[in-house]
């Protein structure tokens, strides 16, 4: 069995570096370029279960790679940065010197935005390995940087923050399984295409 994760092509906020949880933006067309490379990882592969967030650029990156049948799951959203949504590292770092989201958290945003902890984070992520874990077959996940961050460390049974020691870019793929029965990490954040 292996767990094929696929982070979405490019928007125009991650381009920027601006937080984007739960704000449904489009892929950028450097973003569907990206999605389309992606099909080189999944064609040909047959997937037991195929489960995508609800974001647009999370299945509009889907629908490009070439994953013609999936489950969308609402557990697969972004991390919910509340008041940061839209906000980019440095600006918040002038209100806040030396903050760092997986030590400092969020604020709370909006009634849209009311923001996640890093350890809710984590209890949407064990759901969706509960959902996956019992599937015979491979199975392919598509959603976001962080969130992914935060399955990959709770699939290998470490606490949802230990996932900051897990970079991943945008239009990537990643791989999920298993040594001798033990949960690993069988590769991460490789590009398909050289990067533009």
């Known amino acids: 069995m292996e767990v094929i994760l696929l982070r979405h092509g490019e928007t125009e906020w991650s381009k920027a570096g601006r937080h984007t949880g739960r704000t449904d933006l489009p892929l950028t067309e450097k973003g569907e370029d990206q999605a ?3 099909a ?17 650029r999370a299945r509009r990156t889907a629908e490009l790679a070439g ?7 609402p557990d697969l959203w972004e991390w919910d940065y ?6 980019t590292t440095p600006q918040i770092r002038e209100s806040r010197p030396g903050w760092y989201l997986w030590r400092d958290g969020i604020i709370p945003g909006d009634a849209d ?21 019992p599937v015979e077959g491979d199975v392919l996940i598509v959603a976001h940087g962080h969130f992914l961050r935060v399955l990959a460390a709770r699939w290998l049974g470490l606490p949802a923050e230990e996932g900051r ?12 399984g298993y040594e001798h029965e033990e949960s690993v ?3 991460w954040n490789a590009p398909v295409q050289d990067p533009a």
């Not at 080189?40 to 647009?56: D, H, T, W």
């Open 113 to 133: 935005h009311p923001g996640e902890t890093v350890g809710h984070v984590g209890e949407r992520a064990d759901r969706v390995i509960a959902r996956i874990r």
């Open 185 to 187: 990490l069988l590769r």
């Open 82 to 87: 509340g008041g940061y949504e839209g906000i």
């Open 67 to 73: 994953a013609t049948s999936y489950d969308v799951d």
């Open 40 to 56: 080189k990882v999944i064609k040909g592969r047959r997937f037991e279960l195929a489960l995508v967030s609800p974001a647009q």
């Open 165 to 176: 020691h897990l970079r991943l870019d945008t239009g990537t793929y990643s791989a999920l």
């Open 36 to 38: 389309r490379a992606l």
